[in-house]
């Protein structure tokens, strides 16, 4: 993570351990949050930058998301999507 911009990679653990990670970025200073999903974690994605805008950082807002599919392994598709927060 950079000094303005912190990047968090939405995985396989619980979402409060993304939103911890969300709200040490926002402790260190950090001015804008970038989370990134493929595929099933898309879904968990959306739903963390909801609860850490409603509930722990009411100061940010969600300004710009991007949808989109990579080429993996064996030519399949898989979507993505890219939030990104910043403060207010």
């Known amino acids: 993570m ?14 409060a351990s993304y939103i911890q990670a969300i709200l040490t970025a926002a402790a260190r200073g950090i ?3 970038v ?10 994605a959306v739903d963390v930058s909801q ?17 989109g599919s990579e080429e993996v392994t064996g030519g399949r598709r898989v979507s993505t999507i890219e939030i990104r927060m910043r403060k207010k």
């Open 35 to 44: 989370l990134k999903a493929r595929g099933r974690n898309i879904s968990k």
């Open 2 to 15: 950079s000094a303005e911009a912190g990047e968090i990679l939405i995985g396989r653990k619980p979402a």
């Open 31 to 33: 001015s804008e949050v």
């Open 51 to 67: 609860l850490a805008l409603r509930v722990v950082l009411k100061d940010f807002e969600v300004y710009d998301v991007k949808v």
